[in-house]
């Protein structure tokens, strides 16, 4: 037995919500799309289960937080579905896909075809046996990727109540989770290998002032070390963690954050997979054309640094699903996915966002001191590549994005730390730079605070000298002959 679909999106995370929003804005017709997901849900809003869903009054529960109400866009309700004609198979795994036959076999045996394959199969969480360690299966060690996760994530903080927590992990999960600890009246410390928290994104001074605050709320930090093996009771329940540098820490709940995998494992030695992801085109499509990938699953040209990325974020996802159905059911109209990475997160007061590449030199601005309004840039090769800002406006974080993504030149590093946010509002007040990759190819007209605003492209410069200097020797030609005849 099986059936057949126009459309099948494999994976039920946030990337397919907003894929199937898109379809329905773009005309599919009922019965011509699926979404195939191993969770019993229907596609929900994955950043809060670290927020919302851990606080001890109020937490958030499904249906409150289904795609797509995270862009403030419609919820996305099991009956949303239905009333659009939309198939959910929930609850399935697909074990096989054959690309070539355009089909997917489920756990349960049944065959379904499609004519356009879009994978969001998402990641999977990094498990500590992958490094040797022992001790997952213990009932209150927690992983947090998914729904099932934060139940018993939830189920474990409400028994473990004033008791102790170790976190290991200093990225995102380990953050985010620690803060929602803290709510919850549990002692927590944090173990994580790097001299300091969320390591591939922060400077050690943006990570110093986070780190101060979580110390102010009774986080200890223990540093450069990794977790070696659990102690455990009669029950199989850990009761302390043993890290490498020697030190033994009591625990009552383990959370473990220690990253991510693309769930690829489906297509490999069928599509073409590059830095751990599908690698897909500025349409978001793979090796194959029939289908796309999107999401975490897919490696895409980050057009404004000219390589190929893979990114972990729940903005990515929501984007480049949108994308790729564009440019399934409208090709001629859908240019290239021209996205700028973008990252951000709420914890405690703070809410930071961040746009670009932290790489380069580094310029930091604003109140570090009092921790309520501060930033950094980063400048890669004399043009800005990345922005941070902590505790701004809507304004203000639409203007360091506006001006990340312009990638303007840069000539005075010490003038852009003067000018911090201002320097980002002079340049989109301009709306003139030109964007640029290796060496600009435009007259520099201007400069101000350290930025060089580019008014006159250097081509059409060129172009209007050559009308010059060609009706120029047009005019002695005409000269010279008249001259030559009187002669």
Same mark, same amino acid.
């Given at each position: +037995?099986?059936?057949?679909?126009?459309?099948?999106?494999?994976?039920?995370?946030?990337?397919?919500g907003?894929?199937?929003l898109?379809?329905?804005? #773009?005309?599919?017709?009922d019965?011509?799309?699926?979404?195939?997901?191993?969770?019993?849900?229907a596609?929900?809003?994955?950043?809060?289960? =670290?927020?919302?869903?851990?606080?001890p009054?109020?937490?958030?529960?499904?249906?409150?937080?289904?795609?797509?109400?995270?862009?403030n866009?419609?919820?996305?309700?099991?009956?949303?579905?239905?009333?659009? $004609? %939309?198939?959910?198979?929930?609850?399935?795994?697909?074990?096989?896909?054959?690309?070539?036959?355009?089909?997917?076999?489920?756990?349960?045996?049944?065959?379904?075809?499609?004519?356009?394959l *879009?994978?969001?199969?998402?990641?999977?969480?990094?498990?500590?046996?992958?490094?040797?360690?022992?001790?997952?299966?213990?009932?209150?060690?927690?992983?947090?990727?998914?729904?099932?996760?934060? @139940?018993?994530?939830?189920?474990?903080?409400?028994?473990?109540? @004033? $008791?102790?927590?170790?976190?290991?992990? $200093?990225?995102?999960?380990g +953050?985010?989770?620690?803060?929602?600890?803290?709510?919850?009246?549990?002692?927590?410390?944090?173990?994580?290998?790097?001299?300091?928290? +969320?390591?591939?994104?922060?400077?050690?001074?943006?990570?110093?002032?986070?780190?101060?605050?979580?110390?102010?709320?009774?986080?200890?930090?223990?540093?450069?070390?990794?977790?070696?093996?659990?102690?455990?009771?009669?029950?199989?329940?850990?009761?302390?963690?043993?890290?490498?540098?020697?030190?033994?820490?009591?625990?009552d709940?383990?959370?473990?954050? *220690?990253? %991510?995998?693309? @769930?690829? =494992?489906?297509?490999?030695?069928?599509?073409?997979?590059?830095?751990?992801?599908?690698?897909?085109?500025?349409?978001?499509?793979?090796?194959?054309?029939?289908?796309?990938?999107?999401?975490?699953?897919?490696?895409?040209?980050?057009? %404004?640094?000219?390589?190929?990325?893979?990114?972990?974020?729940?903005?990515?996802?929501?984007?480049?699903? #949108?994308?790729?159905?564009?440019?399934?059911?409208?090709?001629?109209?859908?240019?290239?996915?021209?996205?700028?990475?973008?990252?951000?997160?709420?914890?405690?007061?703070?809410?930071?966002?961040?746009?670009?590449?932290?790489?380069?030199?580094?310029?930091?601005?604003?109140?570090?001191?009092? $921790?309520?309004?501060?930033?950094?840039?980063?400048?890669?090769?004399?043009?800005?590549?990345?922005?941070f800002?902590?505790?701004?406006?809507?304004?203000?974080?639409?203007?360091?994005?506006?001006?990340?993504?312009?990638?303007?030149?840069?000539?005075?590093?010490?003038?852009?730390?003067?000018?911090?946010?201002?320097?980002?509002?002079?340049?989109?007040?301009?709306?003139?730079?030109?964007?640029?990759?290796?060496?600009?190819? =435009?007259?520099?007209?201007?400069?101000?605070?350290?930025?060089? +605003?580019?008014?006159?492209?250097?081509?059409?410069?060129?172009?209007?000298?050559?009308?010059?200097?060609?009706?120029?020797?047009?005019?002695?030609?005409?000269?010279?002959?008249?001259?030559?005849?009187?002669w």
């Open positions: +037995m099986g059936r057949a679909f126009v459309y099948v999106i494999l994976g039920g995370g946030v990337a397919a907003y894929a199937a898109e379809f329905t804005r #773009r005309g599919v017709s019965g011509e799309l699926c979404i195939i997901s191993e969770e019993p849900v596609p929900y809003e994955r950043p809060a289960l =670290s927020k919302g869903f851990l606080l009054e109020a937490p958030a529960r499904l249906p409150s937080f289904h795609t797509c109400v995270g862009a866009d419609e919820k996305l309700t099991p009956k949303w579905y239905k009333e659009h $004609g %939309i198939e959910l198979v929930l609850g399935t795994r697909v074990k096989s896909v054959d690309v070539r036959r355009k089909t997917l076999l489920s756990s349960t045996g049944e065959t379904i075809s499609y004519k356009i *879009i994978i969001a199969t998402g990641a999977r969480a990094l498990k500590l046996e992958e490094f040797g360690v022992e001790g997952s299966d213990a009932e209150n060690v927690c992983y947090l990727r998914d729904l099932g996760d934060a @139940n018993r994530l939830a189920t474990t903080i409400k028994s473990s109540s @004033n $008791g102790n927590a170790v976190v290991i992990g $200093g990225g995102y999960i +953050m985010e989770c620690a803060a929602s600890l803290v709510i919850n009246k549990i002692n927590v410390t944090m173990v994580f290998p790097e001299a300091h928290c +969320m390591a591939r994104l922060f400077t050690p001074k943006i990570a110093s002032l986070y780190e101060d605050y979580y110390r102010a709320k009774g986080v200890k930090f223990v540093k450069g070390t990794v977790l070696t093996s659990f102690e455990f009771d009669e029950n199989k329940k850990v009761t302390a963690v043993n890290l490498k540098d020697g030190n033994q820490l009591p625990a709940l383990v959370v473990v954050g *220690i990253g %991510i995998r693309p @769930n690829t =494992s489906l297509f490999e030695g069928q599509l073409t997979i590059e830095k751990g992801g599908i690698k897909v085109n500025s349409k978001m499509q793979s090796s194959d054309s029939s289908v796309y990938a999107i999401g975490d699953v897919a490696t895409f040209p980050v057009k %404004i640094f000219g390589e190929m990325r893979r990114l972990e974020h729940v903005d990515s996802a929501r984007k480049s699903a #949108r994308h790729a159905v564009s440019a399934i059911m409208e090709p001629e109209k859908t240019g290239e996915f021209d996205y700028l990475p973008f990252f951000y997160s709420r914890v405690f007061a703070f809410s930071w966002q961040f746009y670009g590449d932290p790489a380069g030199e580094v310029m930091h601005f604003g109140e570090y001191e009092d $921790g309520k309004s501060f930033g950094a840039y980063w400048v890669k090769k004399g043009y800005l590549v990345g922005s800002l902590e505790g701004g406006s809507k304004e203000d974080y639409e203007t360091i994005s506006k001006a990340t993504q312009l990638k303007p030149a840069v000539t005075d590093l010490e003038a852009l730390g003067r000018e911090g946010l201002g320097f980002a509002q002079t340049v989109v007040s301009q709306q003139k730079v030109t964007k640029v990759k290796d060496v600009p190819s =435009s007259e520099m007209v201007r400069q101000s605070s350290g930025v060089v +605003m580019m008014e006159k492209p250097l081509h059409i410069w060129h172009a209007a000298t050559g009308v010059v200097v060609a009706a120029s020797v047009a005019a002695f030609a005409f000269w010279y002959g008249r001259r030559r005849r009187r």
